[in-house]
């Protein structure tokens, strides 16, 4: 097992670039999770990490050794394609040991190999049929098998969970857990899907437009979002943005006059941004509440819809001065709305975040929980 | 998505020339020097086995006022004009019939398209015993004695019949083709706003079928310039030379009178008449691809 | 349009449908009907649709004289080559076109498929002249080579390559191997179907070839069918029986060649037009 450790990996395509400069350090056996919108260029950084793709300036070790100029099957890795590629004309046996078979492995060792990949997989009795008599999730795994067999420094997952139907993938994530516990291999994960980023992912490196926006835990992530856009991104339903200026700030609370009018405060330390400027406020639906008629203050809106979940009930409501609508989550028996209500929502200060004019993050006081 | 590929990758270049060596090299021995040396020969005085003085133009001077040279390119666009349009409309009947009646299709297919896999000489075999003057069963149902193939009027359109038989096959299949591309929900969605029979062709298929149509026009016309066999095997290029196409007074030069010179000018003009045809036809299909968009 | 009126047009059609397709057999079927009569009946004054006497006749008279024996060996060993070089050496080609990345790919390409443009025709002269300095005239290989130069079967199998999805082929460099090996490993076994359409359009088009054959063989020993059959009008003057016996065993090889694989036969010529389907 290696770490991997990528220094300004700056990538063109035509002119238009697609990485512009990362920086990421990937300890060994640790389960990163690569995630962003369509277009980030997390799927080129893995290609770039594998060796498809040429860098266009940086360097990419594996296990401390520079692999730039390296083929990809001598880098050590062994990867998971979003769309499994596995050989239609070769049994689940053929298509696990053909790497091996193309590096002169004796056949008695890669049979045991396979074998025993199989084994860790629960597909031993798929061996000797054909990639079209298998289920998507059999797929899947015989494509997982095919890199466990290599015995690679590092995995490379390529959406590995797009292509099957979301009973599955809920149940595939937790195997890939705990594969990733049994094996306590480096794995590099690709996805959009920002559930099985908090999921799966120890490390988590959320990409925009070719640069990382922040690397961290998904705990970090989720409750210190370095800005606007990481906190959009992870969570859901998405965080609630409103706008507003910057009233007064006192010690560790800052008073925001929302745009609607409306005055809160946020638990957060805004002595560097300028008094009166423009600041986004950010609070995400499960600490939103729909106060009772007994309490006073809050947000004052007017529910647009109303979205049952079995467990949990999402309020959308709309309020003055925020042009998309606010989304609350209650448990499902906080009380009985209907759309055209007209009711006040809060927030513990505690709970909110607020972003500067750019985006950024101000920094938020931890609260004890 | 994944961005583009590299243009070039450093260890592709010696598998790329293990590939293609032994294409190239038939290539360049079969087609491309042959093709150099004919251009070079039209500009010689050269015999069938040895190369004579160079001159220039001179063959193509010659060329250009040679009546036998314009009446066989006369020939050959009269047999185009005879057969491209027969095997179009033909070919569009045959696909529409084959695709409506689909419990027969595999039958009706073969019996168009098999005559298209014979060689050359079975057609003409076959059409030249039921030609026959006496004892040919084409003049036995008509009642009368002529000799199709020495009748002035009759030489070529009968040569031009005998190849829409031998190759309408082929225009079937593509129109099949095209036929089967036209997704089903087309038709429903017609269906469902009212549109029945000749309106359903004239909204839908025909439209679909345009593109196909023109290539297969297009693909018609360069293959009639390039007709030697049939008029060759069946009327000798007679009577009187009026069958007689541009390959086969090309052939004759060379074989027969032995002026290699002057049949390579006649094969280089051969070339330029069908590249002009298949830029014609690239223009043609762009402007009405523009048109359509 | 009403019911009525669409079960007239379905009638109108399958009455044209029916015409047509008798139009179209007619002649092959007039031509058996000659050649199982005895070679009187053919220009006897009073006209017969069907033998009067059925007889095998003309068929043992042309097996036993002239050479069609002969020929038919020979078209099916130039076929064969032809077909056998012709589908290794454009394989080869057009992987490297499709996958390979080198200098010069566009070009070398561009230049290949202008090979379209320039009919075969246009070069008899100087392939014969060729042929004639390497001493390859009337010669098996004289007839084989300039046959395997096929532009449109290396187009064919370039789309083809084309279309297989680059995940196959990036699985297989991730495994390490080499191009040579992705093509043996990888490519070639997924291109089947199209390989025997291909193979097939090849061997049908090298055994009708009339052209080539006719320009480069001198003796009768050494003729293809198609050529062989113009030599019947000689050999057996005003025997139509003969002829006609002669034509359909010419014609049977290709005829049992497009019934047996009428699909791949239909599959392989459209692909060389471009059209799907």
């Known amino acids: 097992m290696a770490s991997v450790r990528l220094t300004g990996i700056t990538k063109q395509y035509e002119g238009n670039p697609v990485l512009k400069g990362i920086d990421l350090d990937i300890a060994d056996g640790e389960f990163v999770v690569l995630v962003g919108p369509s277009g980030c260029g997390k799927s080129t950084l893995l290609r770039i990490v594998a060796g498809l793709e040429d860098v266009g300036a940086g360097t990419v070790e594996i296990g401390g050794a520079v692999c730039n100029e390296v083929e990809p099957a001598k880098r050590g890795i062994a990867m998971v394609f979003q769309s499994y590629a596995l050989y239609p004309h070769m049994t689940v046996a053929e298509n696990m040991g053909f790497a091996l078979k193309l590096a002169g492995v004796p056949r008695a060792e890669i049979e045991e190999r396979v074998a025993r990949a199989a084994e860790i997989l629960q597909i031993g009795h798929l061996l000797a049929r054909r990639p079209k008599a298998l289920s998507g999730g059999q797929r899947q795994r015989v494509a997982i098998g095919r890199a466990i067999v290599r015995k690679p420094e590092v995995f490379l997952f390529d959406e590995p969970l797009s292509n099957l139907d979301a009973a599955l993938r809920g149940q595939t994530r937790v195997e890939l857990a705990r594969l990733h516990a049994d094996l306590k291999a480096t794995m590099i994960y690709v996805t959009h899907d920002q559930v099985e980023a908090m999921t799966l992912g120890q490390k988590i490196v959320v990409l925009n437009g070719g640069i990382v926006e922040q690397v961290g835990t998904p705990i970090e992530l989720y409750e210190r979002p370095a800005n606007m856009f990481v906190a959009g991104f992870l969570g859901s339903p998405r965080m609630n943005f409103l706008p507003g200026a910057l009233a007064g700030e006192q010690d560790v609370v800052a008073h925001v006059r929302l745009s609607g009018g409306t005055q809160v405060d946020v638990a957060a330390d805004a002595s560097s941004a300028a008094p009166g400027g423009a600041v986004t406020l950010g609070v995400r639906p499960e600490h939103l509440r729909v106060l009772a008629d007994g309490e006073g203050g809050g947000i004052p809106a007017t529910i647009a819809l109303v979205e049952y979940l079995g467990d949990s009930v999402i309020v959308h409501a709309q309020a003055n001065g925020v042009p998309e609508m606010i989304a609350v989550k209650c448990r499902a028996d906080d009380g009985a709305w209907h759309a055209g209500a007209r009711v006040r929502l809060g927030f513990d200060p505690g709970h909110g975040h607020l972003f500067d004019a750019d985006g950024a993050a101000l920094p938020r006081v931890p609260q004890a929980r | 998505m994944h961005a583009t590929r590299p243009r070039t990758r450093k260890g592709d270049a010696l598998p790329a020339v293990l590939l293609l060596a032994p294409f190239a090299i038939t290539f360049l021995l079969f087609f491309f020097l042959p093709a150099l040396d004919t251009f070079y020969m039209s500009l010689t005085e050269s015999s069938l086995t040895r190369t004579n003085a160079f001159i220039g133009l001179d063959n193509y001077v010659t060329l250009v006022q040679d009546p036998s040279f314009w009446a066989a390119v006369g020939n050959t666009f009269y047999f185009a004009l005879l057969t491209v349009v027969p095997l179009t409309v033909l070919g569009l009947v045959m696909a529409l019939l084959v695709n409506h009646f689909t419990r027969a299709s595999g039958w009706l297919q073969g019996a168009f398209f098999l005559p298209f896999v014979l060689p050359i000489s079975v057609m003409t075999l076959i059409a030249d015993w039921m030609l026959q003057p006496s004892s040919g069963v084409v003049n036995y149902v008509l009642g009368m004695q002529r000799a199709w193939f020495a009748d002035l009027t009759w030489a070529m359109p009968m040569v031009a019949i005998g190849t829409i038989w031998w190759t309408v096959g082929f225009n079937m299949l593509m129109f099949l083709a095209g036929l089967r591309n036209i997704p089903a929900e087309l038709y429903e969605a017609a269906a469902l706003d009212g549109a029945r029979g000749f309106t359903l062709f004239r909204t839908i298929t025909w439209p679909a079928l345009r593109p196909v149509a023109g290539m297969a026009l297009v693909l018609q016309l360069i293959a009639s310039m390039k007709i030697f066999g049939q008029t060759y095997i069946m009327t000798t290029g007679g009577p009187f030379n009026t069958t007689r196409v541009t390959l086969h007074y090309m052939y004759e030069t060379a074989f027969t009178q032995s002026d290699a010179g002057y049949a390579a000018a006649i094969a280089v003009a051969f070339v330029a008449i069908v590249i002009a045809l298949s830029l014609a036809q690239a223009g043609i299909v762009a402007w009405l691809a523009r048109r359509d968009a | ?277």
């Open chain 3, 1 to 277: 349009m009403n019911k009525r009126a669409s079960l007239g047009w379905t009638v109108i059609g399958a009455l044209a449908a029916l015409l047509l397709a008798a139009m179209w057999v007619a002649p092959l079927l007039w031509a058996m009907s000659t050649a199982l009569r005895p070679e009187h009946e053919t220009v006897s004054a009073v006209f017969h649709w069907l033998p009067q006497e059925w007889t095998l006749d003309a068929f043992a008279k042309v097996l036993a004289a002239g050479n069609v024996g002969r020929w038919l060996f020979n078209s099916a060993l130039v076929a064969l080559l032809v077909t056998v070089v012709t589908m290794a050496l454009s394989l080869m080609a057009a992987f490297a076109f499709s996958q390979l990345r080198f200098r010069g790919r566009t070009l070398v390409f561009a230049l290949t498929m202008l090979a379209f443009l320039v009919p075969f025709e246009a070069l008899l002269v100087p392939l014969f002249r060729m042929m004639n300095q390497l001493g390859l005239i009337n010669s098996y290989a004289g007839i084989v080579l300039p046959q395997v130069v096929a532009p449109v079967v290396i187009y064919v199998f370039k789309q083809f390559f084309d279309a297989i999805p680059a995940d196959f082929r990036e699985a297989a460099v991730m495994d390490g191997a080499g191009p040579l090996r992705i093509l043996w490993s990888v490519y070639l076994p997924v291109s089947g179907n199209i390989v025997w359409a291909m193979a097939i359009v090849t061997f049908i088009g090298a055994w009708n070839n009339f052209l080539w054959p006719f320009i480069i063989v001198t003796s009768n020993d050494m003729m293809t069918i198609p050529l062989g059959l113009t030599q019947t009008y000689d050999a057996f003057g005003v025997r139509y029986a003969q002829l006609m016996a002669a034509a359909l065993l010419g014609a049977l090889p290709v005829a049992l060649a497009y019934v047996v694989f009428q699909r791949r036969v239909t599959h392989g010529f459209l692909a060389a037009t471009g059209l799907k389907g």
